[in-house]
C-alpha cells in the first residue's frame, strides 16, 4: 500500500500536474521530504508564498490543468491567499496543499505557532478562495477525498484546498482512484446546440465572443475550429487576450469596448447575435462596452451553464456544448466566411535616439517576433498590460479580471518551469513586489526575458487621479541589481538601446534578462489612454 504521501503525488501526476512550486516550513517538512526523493513531480522553491501561487496559477494556465502550491501551516497558507484568490477569479484550477498540525498536537492544550484564532481558521479562510476542500486526517476515507477535489478543481477549472496534517504522510492508504468526469445530459446538449445554430442561420451579422475558459476546458482549438466551420469572426475579451494564437484566419482581435479598435468595436456592438463562450462577464472585460448583457442578442456558455435569452441550461460543461455543436453544425447551410477586419499591430520602431513611449515597447517587441518568433507571454498589472494589447496576438497569462500587481514576474518563472521561454511585462511598482523572485531562476537555469516599465510612477492610479504625490516612486536602478541576483540587466533610454537589448536578451540563454525600460513620468500607453477617456466618459454617463 502506498503511503499517503506517494499516493497523493501520484494522484496529482495522473490528474494532469508537470511540477510543483512552494515554500516548506515544519508543518510540511516532511511532505517536502517525499516531493524531493520520490522524484514524482520537479519542485521549485521561491522566495515567498505569493509568489508561488502566481507561479502555479500561470503553470496551470499554460498546461490547461492544474497548477500545484505546497506551503506550511498559518504563516505560509495565509501568505498564499491572495493568490489564490486571483486563481480563483480568474478560473485557474490550483491545487493548494497545505501543511498543518497533527491529532497529538491539536489536541496538547497550547495554542501552536502560526495558529490563528483557532486551528481550523486556515481551512475556514480557504473555504472562501477554493470550490472545494478535503483535510486528510483518516486514512480510509482520504483517497476518496483527495479524487473528489481534483476532480472538482478540473471540472470548475477553480482552486482546491488540502490540509495534510503532518503525522499523516506515511500513513498506508489505497491507491486515489481517478473518478470519472460527469458527462452532460445529451439531450440538452442536443436541444442546447439545435436551438444556437438556429439562431446563428436567423442573424444577419453574428460574432463570437471567446475568454478564459475555452482555454481551461481545453476546447480552444474546438473553439477555432467551430468559428471557422460557422464563418463566425471571433474576437477575444481583454482577459481572453492571447486565446486562439494560431487562428489568425478567424481572430479579428480583442473587444475593449470604447478603448479598443472602433472597427472591432463595431463588429460586437453592432452584431445581433454575440455568442460567448467561456466569457467571464467582469467590468475589466465590459466596463466601456454597451448592450454585451441584452438577452435579446447574447448567447452566454460559462460555468457549466448555457443561457439564451431569458432562459438557462444548467449543467452543460462548455466541452459538451461545443462537441455539440461541431456534430450538429454539419445540418446548418454554412455562412459566408466573415473573419472580420483582422486589427493591425504597430511594427517598424525606428532604432533612433528618441526617447521611449510606452507604445513603442508594443512594436519593437512586434519586431523581435517577426525577426524570431512569437514568445508566450505574462504580464502585471499596469500600463504593462494595456500595452500588451499592442503587441500580436500572442499567448498570455495576466490578471485581466482579479487586477491584483505582482503576478507578472512569478508567472513568468512558472511558465519558464513548464519548458517554455516566456517575455514578461512589468512596470516598476509591481517589481517591486514580486520582482525580485528572479534571483530563483539561476538554480533552475530558467532564463526569461523581462521588459521592466520603469517610469517611476504608479502611473495607472495618476491617470485617475494625477493631483497626488503619492503616486511618484524613486528610481530603484533596476537593471544594476540583476547581476547579483543571477541575471543580466540593461537600463534603455532610446528606441535604439530598447531595440538593441531585446535583440540580445533572445540570443542570450541560461540566465534570465532584464530590459529596464526608462519612461516619463506621464506617458502611458495609447490603449490605456483610450482606456481613462472611455471610463471618464462612462462615468459622466452614469452621473
Ligand atoms: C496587490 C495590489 N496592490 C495595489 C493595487 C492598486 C494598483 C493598481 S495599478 C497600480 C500601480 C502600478 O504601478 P506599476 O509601476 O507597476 O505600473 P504602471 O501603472 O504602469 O506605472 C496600483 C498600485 C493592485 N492592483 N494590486
Ligand atoms: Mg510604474
Redesign the pocket.
Known amino acids: 500500500m502506498p503511503t499517503l504521501a506517494t499516493a497523493l503525488l501520484d494522484a496529482l501526476e495522473d490528474h494532469g500536474a508537470r511540477e510543483i512550486f512552494g515554500i516548506p516550513g515544519d508543518f510540511v517538512l516532511p511532505f517536502f521530504k517525499v516531493i524531493e526523493e520520490s522524484g514524482t513531480l520537479p519542485y521549485f522553491t521561491l522566495s515567498h508564498e505569493p509568489a508561488v501561487g502566481f507561479a502555479a496559477d500561470a503553470a496551470s494556465r499554460y498546461r490547461g490543468s492544474i497548477g500545484v502550491a505546497v506551503v506550511t501551516y498559518g504563516a505560509g497558507a495565509f501568505n498564499l491567499v491572495n493568490s489564490i484568490a486571483g486563481a480563483y477569479a480568474e478560473r485557474s484550477p490550483v491545487v493548494v496543499i497545505a501543511g498543518a498540525p497533527g491529532a497529538r498536537e491539536r489536541t496538547s492544550g497550547y495554542l501552536l505557532h502560526h495558529q490563528v484564532r483557532t486551528v481550523d481558521t486556515q481551512l475556514a479562510v480557504f473555504k472562501e478562495v477554493t470550490c472545494d476542500q478535503a483535510v486528510l486526517t483518516d486514512p480510509a476515507t482520504a483517497p476518496a477525498e483527495i479524487a473528489r477535489v481534483l476532480r472538482s478543481a478540473l471540472e470548475l477549472s477553480l482552486p482546491v484546498y488540502i490540509e495534510f496534517p503532518r503525522d499523516m504522510v506515511d500513513a498506508k492508504v489505497d491507491p486515489v482512484p481517478k473518478l470519472p468526469r460527469r458527462e452532460a445530459d445529451a439531450g440538452a446538449r442536443d436541444e442546447c446546440a439545435e436551438e444556437i445554430l438556429a439562431r446563428i442561420a436567423k442573424a444577419k451579422s453574428p460574432v463570437m465572443v471567446v475568454d478564459v475558459e475555452i482555454r481551461r476546458y481545453g476546447v480552444e482549438q474546438q473553439v477555432g475550429a467551430l468559428a471557422r466551420k460557422l464563418g463566425l469572426p471571433v474576437v477575444t475579451t481583454f482577459m481572453g487576450r492571447g486565446l486562439l494564437e494560431g487562428d489568425d484566419d478567424v481572430v479579428a482581435g480583442t473587444y475593449l469596448g470604447a478603448a479598443g479598435d472602433p472597427d472591432l468595436s463595431a463588429l460586437v456592438e453592432g452584431a445581433d447575435l454575440v455568442l460567448m463562450f467561456g466569457v467571464i462577464l467582469s467590468d475589466t472585460n465590459f466596463a466601456l462596452s454597451s448592450n454585451m448583457t441584452d438577452p435579446r442578442r447574447t448567447v452566454l456558455a460559462t460555468g457549466r451553464e448555457v443561457q439564451i435569452g431569458h432562459h438557462v441550461y444548467r449543467d452543460l460543461p462548455l466541452a459538451d456544448l461545443i462537441s455539440g455543436l461541431d456534430a450538429h453544425a454539419d445540418q446548418h447551410p454554412p455562412r459566408p466566411r466573415n473573419a472580420g477586419k483582422g486589427m493591425a499591430y504597430p511594427r517598424g520602431l525606428a532604432a533612433d535616439a528618441s526617447p521611449i513611449a510606452p507604445s513603442d515597447i508594443a512594436t519593437a517587441i512586434n519586431d523581435l517576433f517577426d525577426r524570431h518568433g512569437k514568445m508566450p507571454m505574462t504580464a502585471?498589472?499596469?500600463?504593462?498590460l494595456f500595452t500588451a494589447m499592442e503587441i500580436d496576438n500572442t499567448a498570455l497569462a495576466a490578471p485581466g479580471y482579479y487586477?491584483?500587481?505582482?503576478f507578472g514576474v512569478p508567472a513568468g518563472i512558472g511558465v519558464a518551469a513548464t519548458g517554455l521561454r516566456p517575455l514578461v511585462l512589468?512596470?516598476?511598482?509591481?517589481?517591486q513586489?514580486t520582482g525580485w523572485e528572479l534571483g530563483n531562476c539561476k538554480r533552475y537555469g530558467l532564463d526569461p526575458i523581462v521588459v521592466l516599465?520603469n517610469?517611476c510612477?504608479?502611473?495607472?492610479?495618476r491617470v485617475f487621479q494625477p493631483e497626488s504625490k503619492f503616486n511618484d516612486?524613486d528610481d530603484w536602478h533596476f537593471a544594476d541589481i540583476a547581476k547579483s541576483i543571477g541575471g543580466v540587466g540593461e537600463r534603455v533610454t532610446t528606441r535604439a538601446e530598447l531595440a538593441a537589448a531585446l535583440q540580445r536578451a533572445v540570443e542570450r540563454r541560461g540566465v534570465f534578462s532584464l530590459i529596464e525600460v526608462m519612461l516619463p513620468r506621464g506617458a502611458t500607453s495609447q490603449t490605456l489612454a483610450r482606456f481613462v477617456t472611455g471610463f471618464k466618459a462612462a462615468r459622466e454617463r452614469m452621473k
Open positions: 502585471d498589472i499596469g500600463d504593462c487586477a491584483g500587481m505582482g512589468v512596470g516598476d511598482g509591481a517589481f513586489m516599465f517610469n510612477s504608479w502611473e495607472m492610479l516612486l
